[in-house]
């Protein structure tokens, strides 16, 4: 048993209370990460795949850029008693910011203010977006997180980062490259699914599984390495 937080600033909304449900694949994915192994859950929303992947014992780095998620995330670890550690033991660690190509500071613009909200836009310029309103995060590269990671562990990742998955692979270099890597779960955005195909390909990655459903509507679509 679990313990998810609700919107208490919204009239009781609750969203993402059930957000493996909609999507079985993603869980499955977590499911088959064997005991013991890193998970990096990026883009990671309220934490509902991170709480998963935490009580199963995984080693789980969350990423999450947007304040009001992170700030859910972190209650929901809390009232499982996950905030630093999982019940076996296991890293638990949440870190407010996005992954790109390389680390720095970049814009993001926020569409929807609400806990649980998504299709939020990395980068660009201040005056570029047209949502609720714009904020500056610290960005960070994949490989710089991996280089400080225990070497003898096993990775996994899921990335959900709403069209900023390219960007994301491009500071993953070294990841893509290491054994020590052994699944990617990725979204893919139709902006640039082709190009984070192309990416995976030339890095020497397989195709595993895709998907395009969910509840018998056409999504996105997303894949599995």
């Known amino acids: 048993e ?5 919107d208490a600033h919204n009239s009781g909304d609750k969203w993402r209370t059930h957000a493996c449900a909609k999507e079985p694949w993603t869980v499955g994915f977590i499911e088959a990460i064997p005991q013991g192994a890193h998970f ?20 789980t780095i969350s990423i999450e850029p947007f304040y009001a998620n992170h700030y859910m995330q972190k209650e929901n670890l809390r009232l ?26 970049a814009f993001f613009h926020i569409g929807d203010p609400r806990f649980g909200s998504s299709s939020h836009s990395l980068g660009g310029q201040m005056n570029q977006t047209q949502g609720f309103h714009t904020d500056r995060v ?7 997180i991996f280089a400080i990671c225990p070497p003898q562990s096993q990775f996994y990742a899921k990335i959900d ?13 070294k990841c893509l490259a290491s054994p020590a890597w052994q699944g990617w779960m990725i979204e893919l955005n139709v ?3 082709q190009a984070v195909l192309d990416l995976m390909k030339e890095a020497g990655w397989k195709i595993a599984a895709q998907y395009n459903m969910r509840d018998g509507r056409e999504i996105g ?3 599995y390495y």
């Open 191 to 193: 902006q640039h699914d």
């Open 138 to 144: 610290a960005t960070f590269a994949l490989d710089e």
């Open 2 to 6: 679990m313990f998810a937080a609700s």
């Open 40 to 59: 990096i859950d990026i883009g990671s929303n309220v934490g509902s795949y991170t709480l998963l992947a935490v009580a199963r014992g995984l080693n």
């Open 161 to 173: 980062v709403d069209g900023g998955e390219l960007g994301v692979l491009q500071g993953a270099g």
């Open 80 to 105: 499982n008693g996950w905030l630093t550690q999982g019940p076996q033991n296991n890293v638990c660690e949440v870190i407010l910011g996005a992954l790109s190509a390389q680390s720095g500071r």
């Open 221 to 223: 679509g997303g894949v």
